[in-house]
C-alpha cells in the first residue's frame, strides 16, 4: 500500500507556507499531520487535503529550558491549535512578546503567518534533517 | 493462565549524576533481588530490562546482554524494552506473562538509566524524543512543555483558576517530598513549603522547578516466580492480578481526550479487568508524577477522583496516607527520583514492600492489601498499569 503523504511532501509544503493534510473518503475525516490509516475508521483510502492554516488556540506553554542546541530559541511560546478543519497541531505563536503571554490566549483565533522567517529547525545530530512547523499570529 | 508472584525486590539509591555504570547499577539491584527470592542467577531463566536511553548516556546499546552476562546468567534469553519512562513497566508485564503462560518459572525484570548523568540540555534534548520527532519537536517542545500544555489546558477546561490550580499542583509537590524524607532510597532528601515551590524558577509556564521531578541515575530489580515454583520461598507472596498496557500517538493527535490521557484510560482499564476489581479496591498506588499536574491527570484518569477534583482532593489530604487512597508514599518521581528506564520496577518495588509492611513507619499505608502502579511513557505513547495483591 502507498503512504498517499510523506514527511517530505508535507515538510516542503509547510516551507512554503502550505499546511497539507489528508480526508478520508469513506468518514471524511480531516487528518493532519500524514498518518497511513484513518484513525477514525480504519479506512486507508486517503486523499491528500490543503488546509487553512487558521484555528483556535487551545492550550500553550512559554518554554524557558530548551532542548540542547536550541538555547538560544528560548524563551519561546509553543501553541496546539485546533485548526477550522478539525485538527489540533502544534507550532509556535510568534508575533507575542513570550514575558506576556498567559491565559487570555486559550480561545484566541490564530492563522499561519504568511512571511514570518524562521519556520524550519535545522536539525541537528539526532535529527534526519530538517522539519518545518506552523508559525502562528493571531487573527487581525 | 498460572498465578504468578513478586518474590525478590531491590532498588538503589537513586541520585543525580554518579560514576557507577549501566550495568554496575543493574547488577547491584538484580543481585539483591535474587538474594531476597532466596534463589541463585542460575534459577533465572530469562531477563525483561528497561532502558531507554543508555546509548545516549553511556554510549552502550544492546546493554541488557551485557548484564546478563554480568550477573551470572549467561545465556539466557535477554530483552531490552523502550517505552520511555515506561520501559520498566512493559517488562514486568512481559515478564509476568511469560511466568502466567508457563513457559518460566523464574524472571528477572527492572530496569536502568543514567539520566541525570547526560546533563540537563542533552536530557532535555534526549527525553524530548518521546515526543513526535518529525512533526512536534520542531516546535521546540520538551517533556515539561507537554505537561505545561496539558496544566493550562486542565485549568480551562474544568474551570480552576490557574492560581488555585498552582497551590493545588505545589501541594501535590509538597506531599511528595514530604514522604520522600522518610524514604532512605530517594534522590532528595528535604522538605519543601508550597511558598518554596511557588517562587522557584519557571521551566515552562506554569511550571516551576519544584513542580517537575529531577533527571535521575538509578536501577530496580524484581524476580517473578510462578506460584508453584515458589512455594517454599516465601510466606509472604505478593500476586501480580493485573496488568494492562495501552499506546497513543502525537499529542495533538489525543485532542479528544486531553488533558486527560485516553491511553491511561485504556491501559487501567484493562488491568482492572483482569484483576476483577475498581478503583476503589486499591489501598496504595505509585503513580506517574513526573510533573505536579500529571499526578492531577493520572488519579482521575485512574478512577481515584472526578474529573477536575483532584486538585481539591490533594488540599484535604484525600491522597495522602490516611486518606481515600495514598498516592505515592514513596515520595513518587518528584522526590524519589525518575531514572526513566528504571521507575516502572522501583513502582513495583515500593508497592510489593508496601503490602509486605515493610517501609519506614512514617511512610507504611496501615494494612494495605491491594496495590496498584501506573507508568506513563512520553506524551502518553506507552501506558502501562500492573495490579498486586497481599496473598497472605
Ligand atoms: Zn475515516
Known sequence: ?140 | MRNVIVLGVAQTKFTGPQQKTGVELFAEASSEAIAASRITPADIQALFLGNALGDFCEGQGMIQAFIAQNIGCPGIPANKYDGACASASMAVRDAFMWVASGQYDFVLAGGVERAATMGTPLATRTFAMFSDSRYEFPSGVTFPGVFAMLAHLYAKRYDVPLKLLKEQMATVSVQSYRHGMHNPKAQMQKEVTVEDVLSSFTVATPLQLHDCCPFSDGAAAIVLASEKAAEKLTDKPVYVIGAGQASAGPLAGQKDTLPRIYSRELSSKRAYEMAGIGPEDVDVCELHDCFSIASLIASESLGFFDYGTSGDAWMKGEADIGGKIAINPSGGLKSKGHPIGATGAAQVYEIVRQLREEVESERQVPGAKIGMTDTLGGDGGTLVNMIFKRGW
Open chain 1, 1 to 140: 500500500m502507498e503512504y498517499t503523504l510523506t514527511f517530505d511532501e508535507y515538510n516542503r509544503a509547510l516551507k512554503k507556507n502550505r499546511l497539507l493534510g489528508l480526508t478520508c473518503t469513506k468518514c471524511s475525516a480531516v487528518i493532519t499531520p500524514p498518518v497511513m490509516i484513518c484513525p477514525a475508521c480504519g479506512a486507508g483510502d486517503l486523499e491528500v487535503k490543503e488546509l487553512s492554516g487558521r484555528g483556535v488556540i487551545q492550550t500553550f506553554t512559554v518554554n524557558f529550558v530548551a532542548p540542547l542546541g536550541r538555547e538560544s530559541e528560548a524563551p519561546y511560546t509553543v501553541v496546539m491549535v485546533e485548526l477550522d478543519e478539525g485538527p489540533w497541531i502544534m507550532g509556535n505563536l510568534v508575533d507575542v512578546d513570550p514575558a506576556v503571554v498567559n491565559m487570555d490566549i486559550i480561545g484566541k483565533r490564530v492563522r499561519m503567518g504568511e512571511t514570518i522567517g524562521a519556520r524550519v529547525f535545522p536539525g541537528d545530530a539526532y535529527s534526519a534533517g530538517d522539519a518545518c512547523r506552523p508559525l502562528f499570529q493571531f487573527e487581525k
